[in-house]
């Protein structure tokens, strides 16, 4: 029953998304501020970002040095990549969740970062 009400769910997302064309849904930003915990990531010029919110990013920088603000709490701004993909991923996902699907909400996405700004010289979790 629950595959079939996300199949549902699913089909109702695409055809409003084809109506709409190529605006983002809920006026969402292809650029986002993003707070949480900075981690490095699996090589020296990638990060992970675990959001306050639960969401988990891998961010980089050209621009900004991140490396000095490993294990703080940060508020990263930047550009989501492949932006209308992650904005309709996540329309989808509340979607979802609004019709009692009672799977984790929580997002995962790519974030090239312009700008950081120290929160905390630490991070609480």
Request: charged share 25%; proline share 0%; hydrophobic share 35%.
């Amino acid at each position: 029953m629950r595959n079939l009400l996300l199949c549902l769910v699913l089909a109702c997302t695409a055809s409003v998304w084809a109506m709409a064309g190529d605006n983002d849904t809920k006026g969402k930003s292809d650029t986002r501020t993003v707070t949480g915990c900075l981690t490095q990531g699996d090589n020296a010029k990638e990060f992970n970002l675990k959001a306050d919110d639960g969401s988990t990013w891998e961010v980089r920088s050209s621009n900004v040095s991140l490396a000095e603000h490993v294990g703080h709490t940060v508020a990263a701004t930047g550009v989501v990549s492949n932006a209308t993909a992650h904005n309709m991923k996540e329309d989808t996902k509340d979607m979802a969740h609004d019709t009692g699907m009672k799977k984790d909400n929580r997002e995962h996405g790519h974030l090239k970062v312009t700008d950081v700004q120290m929160v905390s010289d630490s991070c609480s979790k």
